[in-house]
Nanobody, 126 residues
Framework: QVQLVESGGDSVQAGGSLRLSCAVSGWSDSTTLMGWFRQNPGKEREGVAA????????YYTDSVKGRFAISRDNAKNTLYLQMNSLKPEDTAVYYCAVDSFPYEGRWFSSKRYHYWGQGTQVTVSS
């Protein structure tokens, strides 16, 4: 009942900035979090950031604190991830996601999220 479409991925140089967008359609009564995850081939999907739909609290993995910012625009039904001071290790496919019941883990657990976008590629070169 929820559809997510990411956009904004691109190839940038280290130190540059990029903003990812996630258009959201549909809804779920049990949604409490919207988040961004990233994944490289052969590696586990990693929780990058999340925002509480009820209170607006934000959460970040340690490696992006101070560089990335998650936000939402309710009027446009869009989730954003502002990425500054990009590093080559940020290179990955980025996915947006929303959780729903049952809640399987904390904000950074991919199992908590039951709706996913198709992903958008971010490549950071040095």
């Amino acid at each position: 009942q929820v559809q997510l479409v990411e956009s904004g991925g691109d190839s940038v140089q280290a130190g540059g900035s990029l903003r990812l967008s996630c258009a959201v359609s549909g809804w779920s009564d049990s949604t409490t979090l919207m988040g961004w995850f990233r994944q490289n081939p052969g590696k586990e999907r990693e929780g990058v950031a999340a925002i509480s739909t009820h209170y607006g609290d934000t959460y970040y993995t340690d490696s992006v604190k101070g560089r990335f910012a998650i936000s939402r625009d309710n009027a446009k039904n869009t989730l954003y991830l502002q990425m500054n001071s990009l590093k080559p290790e940020d290179t990955a496919v980025y996915y947006c996601a929303v959780d729903s019941f049952p809640y399987e883990g904390r904000w950074f657990s991919s199992k908590r999220y039951h709706y996913w976008g198709q992903g958008t590629q971010v490549t950071v070169s040095s």
